[in-house]
């Protein structure tokens, strides 16, 4: 099939990230989001962040404002019913992504394969929302988009060949490396990194070492650039319990329980960088 125009449904950080990335390769981009106030900051993330790939020498003004042409707005979801391709970057909630993807059943042609950008959710269960379970699969990208070379994606039993050898096209046009995953819960990445963190969580919680020691032992021992508390703090520590929630559900593995002092910090606002405290505070840095 011949890509021309993809939808990415979200613009928060995921999705301005995997627009930019698109529109910067030669795609042209019909973005969605739920408002125009959503919409505009998205937006506004990806001028700023191509804005600084220009600054540093990654991208010509040339190519930056001819990328920037590519890209177009809205807030319908029926404008992505001319796009070759979509991909779903909403919030990280199964049942909303269940009501995208039936949704884009309804919109899109046949033969359009709708992808999902989920880090750790079933990818069947939205496929069993559309009439064309075979043209969905997951296409994870990580954070941030621009600049993480991985994408790893996430064939359900019903992925059909020709769909993932169109996405892995895809995301190779992309300058991305592609991994491939079974579409169970976390698949590679956060089937890893989940309870790595929680472990974390839970030596801080129980006082066998200080939070700032914990992050230095990893970064310096293991040569990680972020420690797991901090990495917490970057991803958001209500979407790591989120996730942590959703596999231990579904698996009922110990590894993936949450530890009280996750759950206690969610419920207090201490999400990480993005609302100014989590482990540390940022209360005095600009927020991302």
């Avoid at 010509?60 to 404008?79: F, M, S, W």
């Avoid at 496929?127 to 993480?148: I, Q, R």
Wanted: glycine letters at 8%; charged letters at 25%.
């Amino acid at each position: 099939m011949n890509v021309k125009t993809v939808g990415v449904v979200g613009c928060g950080l995921m999705g301005s990230g995997i627009v930019e990335v698109l529109a910067k390769n030669g795609y042209n981009v019909i973005v969605r989001e739920v408002n125009d106030d959503f919409l505009q900051k998205g937006l506004a993330r990806v001028h700023a962040s191509t804005q600084k790939a220009v600054d540093r020498n990654k991208l010509t003004a040339d190519a930056r404002k001819e990328a920037l042409t590519r890209i177009v707005g809205t807030t319908k979801l029926e404008d992505l019913n001319i796009c070759d391709y979509v991909i779903e970057a909403a919030v990280e909630n199964l049942n909303l992504k269940k009501d995208i993807f039936e949704r884009l059943d309804a919109i899109t042609r046949p033969e359009v394969i709708l992808a999902s950008n989920t880090s750790s959710l079933s990818i069947a269960e939205m496929a069993a929302k559309t009439h064309k379970p075979d043209k969905v699969l997951g296409m994870h990208f990580f954070n941030p988009v621009p600049v993480m070379p991985l994408l790893e994606i996430v064939r359900s039993f019903m992925t059909s060949e020709d769909t993932y050898q169109t996405s892995r096209a895809l995301g190779e046009s992309l300058g991305k490396k592609v991994i491939v995953a079974k579409d169970l819960p976390g698949f590679i990445v956060n089937a890893l990194l989940v309870p790595y963190q929680l472990d974390a969580i839970r030596f801080y919680e129980n006082g066998l070492a200080s939070k700032e020691d914990i992050d230095t032992g990893v970064r310096l021992g293991l040569n990680h650039p972020m420690g797991p508390l901090e990495l917490c703090d970057f991803v958001g520590v209500d979407t790591v319990l989120y996730i942590a929630d959703e596999m231990y559900a579904e698996t009922k593995d110990p590894r993936y329980a949450a530890p009280p002092l996750l759950r206690r910090m969610v419920a207090a606002g201490y999400h990480g960088r993005k609302t100014g405290k989590g482990f540390y505070d940022y209360s005095n840095q600009a927020k991302s």
